[in-house]
């Protein structure tokens, strides 16, 4: 299959781009520029840096045309605080922009598409007494996204959505976004972290996963991809070792975490701005076990059982961590 990534020369794309490459696929990158340090991806892959958004429909249609299938790796996370109202900015570049690249994709002839999401989607189906896309404008962004994008396949091309927890692993020449935790956990200070836990997978994983989304991905499925379910005191603990400081992690009790959360809402009011995850409701949800059983998903798209250490190693050592 002839496979299009738009934000291919990212942490996922890249890495799906290699997963993509070992089944036999053929494979274009979308960037934005500045082009990717030569040599990062084998000379078989073809390179397109430009910014998408500008670009009109007739020249999406024609970059579009001739690929089988289409993976959407772009749009913004959590991690952007935008000026408030934050919603119209998570939708502009969330869901405007999913809908309009399939939308065109599927007038290009492209057959299927993915959509790398989040798992506060899957979270805000499983428990709807949450509100979480009410509260939080990213994550409302993202149940929108899916919509959209499956709303625009129509019948005509089959689209599914990747719901992704949290990643590691890393790649030649970039910082991981991990890099302030890791910090914080292997400093000499004492580690305060909430209760709770997430769901965690490597990048190898995520990239399997989207191989087998692009191959067998049901249409209009969203699937939740699941590795390690760790508590936060597991998963900080291991960074730890991991990165020869062991120590205690200390679990702050739940209002002093709020009090915390309430703080930062009021410096973003000052500031003009408004966070995608409302800070004060979004402890509610970090403080819960947001775990995945990742049975089904393996199932259907293939992807490996792995063992977290060897990505979290690789995660601590590119962030110039021994």
């Known amino acids: 299959m002839k496979v299009l990534i738009i934000g291919g020369t990212?942490?996922?794309?890249?890495?799906?781009?290699?997963?993509?490459?070992?089944?036999?696929?053929?494979?274009?990158?979308?960037?934005?520029p500045p082009a990717p340090p030569s040599g990062l991806f084998?000379?078989?892959?073809?390179?397109?840096?430009?910014?998408?958004?500008?670009?009109?429909n007739d020249e999406l249609i024609s970059l579009?045309?001739?690929?089988?299938?289409?993976?959407?790796?772009?749009?913004?996370?959590?991690?952007?605080?935008?000026?408030?109202?934050?919603?119209?900015?998570?939708?502009?570049?969330?869901?405007?922009?999913?809908?309009?690249?399939?939308t065109l994709a599927r007038q290009a002839g492209v057959s299927r598409g993915?959509?790398?999401?989040?798992?506060?989607?899957?979270?805000?189906?499983?428990?709807?007494e949450m509100k979480l896309a009410e509260h939080h404008p990213y994550i409302r962004s993202r149940v929108e996204q899916a919509k959209a994008a499956i709303a625009a396949g129509q019948d005509k091309m089959s689209i599914s959505i990747l719901e992704l927890p949290y990643i590691f692993g890393c790649m030649p020449g970039r910082v991981p976004l991990w890099k302030p935790l890791i910090k914080y956990i292997l400093s000499p200070f004492p580690l305060f972290y909430p209760a709770g836990g997430t769901a965690c997978v490597t990048v190898h994983q995520v990239a399997q996963a989207i191989c087998g989304a692009v191959e067998q991905g049901k249409p209009g499925k969203c699937y939740p991809i699941g590795g390690e379910n760790l508590t936060w005191v597991q998963l900080l603990g291991l960074i730890g070792k991991l990165g020869g400081r062991s120590k205690k992690v200390i679990t702050l009790p739940k209002w002093l975490v709020?009090?915390?959360?309430?703080?930062?809402?009021?410096?973003?009011?000052l500031q003009g701005k408004e966070s995608g995850l409302e800070p004060?409701?979004?402890?509610?949800?970090?403080?819960?076990?947001?775990?995945?059983?990742?049975?089904?998903?393996?199932?259907?798209?293939?992807?490996?059982?792995?063992?977290?250490?060897?990505?979290?190693?690789?995660?601590?050592?590119?962030?110039?961590?021994?």
Request: proline share 5%; with cysteine; hydrophobic share 45%.
């Open 114 to 128: 993915i959509v790398l999401g989040s798992y506060f989607a899957y979270f805000d189906r499983l428990w709807p």
């Open 42 to 56: 084998p000379p078989e892959v073809k390179i397109q840096l430009c910014d998408i958004a500008p670009l009109a």
């Open 64 to 102: 579009f045309r001739g690929n089988d299938a289409l993976v959407f790796a772009a749009g913004v996370d959590d991690r952007t605080t935008p000026k408030k109202p934050a919603y119209p900015f998570f939708v502009k570049h969330n869901v405007e922009s999913v809908k309009r690249v399939f």
């Open 258 to 269: 709020k009090f915390g959360a309430l703080m930062l809402s009021f410096m973003h009011m």
């Open 280 to 322: 004060v409701a979004f402890i509610d949800l970090q403080t819960k076990e947001t775990f995945i059983d990742s049975e089904e998903a393996r199932g259907e798209l293939g992807y490996s059982i792995e063992d977290l250490t060897s990505a979290l190693t690789e995660t601590i050592r590119a962030c110039n961590y021994h």
């Open 10 to 32: 990212g942490f996922l794309g890249y890495h799906a781009t290699l997963e993509l490459l070992t089944r036999g696929h053929e494979v274009t990158v979308v960037g934005l």
